[in-house]
């Protein structure tokens, strides 16, 4: 009788030490979910990428394209990211947001290479840190960038000259406004629009000047312009506020053909209503996206191309509704 006490006394002993051990066992493992969690990586353990992607321009409808196909991508692979940029195109608030996400030490950075001076140093030194970096939509060759993805600005600029060729038989007199006289981009489209432009002796542009991707510089450098050259029967913008404010500016300049470049819908409404001939368009979402999948590729260990191009698309009055899908 007695050995049976003792028995079952173990035995109980035993089944409370299972019990204790298998709570201590729960318990240990909810504080190490809770700390992999503050670490930024999910319970699972699988580690969660932290990437920024930086803005020419927060909140411009451009960027607003590019940031919701990252978004979309970041969502599907599984990667936190983070979106930043000067509430005004300010290419040193750029560099300073570089400057702080490489002392974050975030797992990559998304960056334009505006200024191949300016820019590629700071991209090379993120690279020296171990952080991978993607220029979009304008490239920083020279650097160490993990890959470009974005338009072929050269090539996109030499459409744009052939958009003016064909809409006016190769004759007129032009006026320019660009984006930005610092932003290699910019300055990449201008000189493939002068390139086709020298190939037609009945075309000249007379006038170039920058709006500083603003829509009320747009107007007043149009305005200007088309004031001190009346005979310009031609405008060209190469950013998406560009052509908006040429509209504005030459509301009584009948005799104007106006093209621009990307597929705000401002722009698209007014390709409808005939104020506007064309755009040349390009993929801000594709390209959003597009970067964020590449860098979820390199982080799987996937080869990389140099570069990524998108296309750009003509847009006019019988295809205008295809630039509300871009």
Request: charged fraction near 25%.
């Amino acid at each position: 009788m007695k050995d049976k006490k003792w028995l079952a006394g173990i035995m109980i002993c035993i089944v409370v030490l299972v019990y204790l051990f298998i709570g201590f066992a729960r318990y240990s493992g909810k504080i190490g979910s809770i700390v992999k969690e503050l670490q930024g990586q999910p319970a699972s353990g699988e580690p969660r990428y932290h990437i920024v992607l930086i803005e020419q321009e927060r909140y411009h409808p451009y960027w607003e394209m590019v940031e919701k196909g990252a978004a979309e991508a970041a969502e599907k692979y599984g990667i936190d990211i983070e979106f930043t940029g000067p509430v005004r195109n300010n290419m040193e608030e750029q560099l300073n947001l570089l400057e702080k996400a490489i002392a974050a030490h975030v797992d990559a950075i998304i960056v334009q290479g505006l200024n191949e001076e300016r820019f590629t140093p700071v991209i090379d030194k993120a690279v020296r840190r171990g952080i991978p970096v993607v220029t979009i939509d304008t490239d920083a060759p020279n650097s160490q960038r993990l890959t470009y993805v974005g338009t072929d600005n050269l090539a996109a600029g030499e459409r744009l000259g052939r958009l003016v060729v064909e809409t006016t038989g190769g004759i007129g007199k032009i006026g320019v406004i660009i984006g930005s006289d610092q932003a290699a981009n910019q300055l990449q489209r201008l000189d493939g629009l002068k390139k086709i432009v020298a190939e037609h002796e009945g075309l000249e542009i007379v006038d170039v000047r920058s709006s500083n991707i603003s829509h009320m510089e747009a107007i007043q450098q149009a305005a200007n312009m088309l004031r001190n050259h009346p005979e310009i029967t031609i405008m060209v913008g190469t950013s998406a506020t560009d052509a908006l404010g040429m509209l504005q500016a030459a509301k009584n300049r009948d005799d104007l053909t106006i093209i621009g470049f990307d597929n705000q819908k401002e722009t698209l409404e007014a390709i409808r209503k005939g104020e506007i001939e064309a755009t040349v368009a390009q993929q801000p979402f594709l390209m959003g996206e597009t970067a964020v999948r590449l860098l979820y590729e390199h982080f799987g260990g996937q080869p990389l191309k140099k570069a990524y191009f998108t296309e750009v698309k003509v847009l006019n009055a019988h295809n205008v509704e295809e630039g509300e899908s871009l």
